[in-house]
């Protein structure tokens, strides 16, 4: 589709896809444009039940483009509102992407690519890859990035990530011992294929019920815990009467795989 992404789809999986190798997949202003376009391609479709999202050679994401981005005032002048104004429109969470999201992050993700390691809502990596937030590096605030990873990980590690900069990475070993990640693939080249599988388990499941999971979920990390709990109920009774409540204990018992293709629940 241009403008440095790859949208792809293999069965029930939809792949996003950065595809600016030769810098590290950096943002530039063409894929910082067409990212929520993207996200909301892959959510729309009725064929697709999950999303993976990884990054072409060496690299998963890298942040900014920082010299393409200093030739397009413009870009740079809308990206920094957005970021001033807490709106950006990036990640699958930014925008309101309501299908499971695996990060699949082979290589280098440092920067402002941790955002989508943040806002995944499962996150694989190959056994080589590596994670670094060189902001305070170059004299830039670390903050969206570290903050949703901070409600995912233990504090103090994402706070010395943060502070050690560009002068220390994390490993795929250290960041399955610390949360930030589920699983390590190894041999690396392997990635894609333990993503898709993974995914393919996932997009077994009632599509509707998984959105209002996800739903619940994430909204109990933005709420205290009886507000996320009482909030968690209205999710859990609005499948209610939902067909996939009827067909799903009617496949468990008749051994087989359940048809979602009753429409999803409103979101």
Known sequence: MGSGLLIERHGAIGWLVFDRPDVGNAMDASMLGALAGAWA??????????????????????GLDVVQLAQDRDALREQSRRTRDAELRMTAWHCGVSKPVIAAVNGMCAGGGLHFVADADIVLCA?????????????QVSAFETIGLARRMPFESVMRMALTGRHERLSAQRAHQL???SEVVDPP????????EL???VARNSPAAMAASKRALWRALETGLTDA???????????????DQ?????????????DWSAPEVDR
């Open 41 to 62: 391609e892959l959510d729309a479709d009725p064929a697709v039940r999950v999303i993976v999202n990884t990054g072409n050679g060496a690299s998963f994401q890298t």
């Open 127 to 139: 056994s080589d890859a590596e994670f670094c937030d060189p902001h305070v590096s170059v004299g």
């Open 179 to 181: 949360g930030m990640v």
């Open 189 to 196: 080249e392997r990635l894609r294929e333990v993503a898709q």
């Open 199 to 201: 995914a393919e388990k």
């Open 229 to 243: 709990c009482r909030a968690g109920a209205l999710d859990l009774v609005s499948m209610w009467g939902h067909p």
């Open 246 to 258: 009827t067909e799903g204990p009617r496949a468990f018992a008749e051994r087989r795989e359940a």
